[in-house]
C-alpha cells in the first residue's frame, strides 16, 4: 500500500509539472480564429469563449484572440459576431486581426470595431504570444 501510494505522488508530481507554468502562473491564453463561419463557427468560438470566462473566472484569465485568414471575418463591424465580440472585449479579451488576411479579403481597419488591435500577420503573432507564456486554444 505504501508503494502505491509513492507511485502515485511520483506520477502527480510528474504531471503537476508538466503543466503549461502560463496556466499555472497567470492563466493566459491565446486562441487562433482561422475556421470559416460555417455551421455558425464563429459564434460557436465566441460563446465558447464566453463559457470559459464563466466558468474559470474571467478574473483568472488573460484571453487574446488572433484572427486571420477566415476568422478575420468574425471580426468585422457587420459580422452576426460583433455584438459578442463588444461583449467579450468588455470581459477584456482583446482581439487581434492579421493585416496579410485584411488585405486578402480587401478589408480596412474602418471595417472593424474599435476593440480591434491589427498586427502585421497572424501566424507569427500566435508564436509570439506563446513564446510569451500563453497556451494556445482553438475552439
Known amino acids: 500500500m505504501k508503494t502505491q501510494f509513492k507511485y502515485m505522488l511520483m506520477i502527480l508530481a510528474l504531471f503537476a509539472s508538466a503543466l503549461p507554468p502560463a496556466i499555472a502562473e497567470t492563466g493566459k491564453i491565446v486562441v487562433q480564429l482561422t475556421r470559416d463561419n460555417e455551421n455558425y463557427g464563429h459564434r460557436k468560438a465566441f460563446f465558447q469563449i464566453?463559457?470559459?470566462?464563466?466558468?474559470l473566472g474571467e478574473k483568472n484569465l488573460e484571453v487574446v484572440?488572433?484572427?486571420?485568414?477566415?476568422?478575420?471575418?468574425?471580426?468585422?463591424?457587420?459580422?452576426r459576431t460583433s455584438t459578442m465580440l463588444t461583449k467579450l472585449a468588455n470581459r477584456d479579451v482583446k482581439f487581434k486581426a492579421c493585416r496579410i488576411s485584411m488585405n486578402a479579403w480587401e478589408l480596412n481597419e474602418d471595417d472593424f470595431p474599435l476593440e480591434v488591435e491589427f498586427v502585421p500577420a497572424g501566424a507569427?503573432?500566435?508564436?509570439?504570444?506563446q513564446l510569451d507564456g500563453y497556451i494556445y486554444w482553438k475552439p
Open 65 to 79: 484572440v488572433v484572427g486571420y485568414e477566415n476568422g478575420i471575418l468574425a471580426m468585422t463591424q457587420d459580422a
Open 124 to 129: 507569427p503573432e500566435m508564436i509570439k504570444l
Open 50 to 55: 464566453d463559457k470559459v470566462l464563466d466558468t
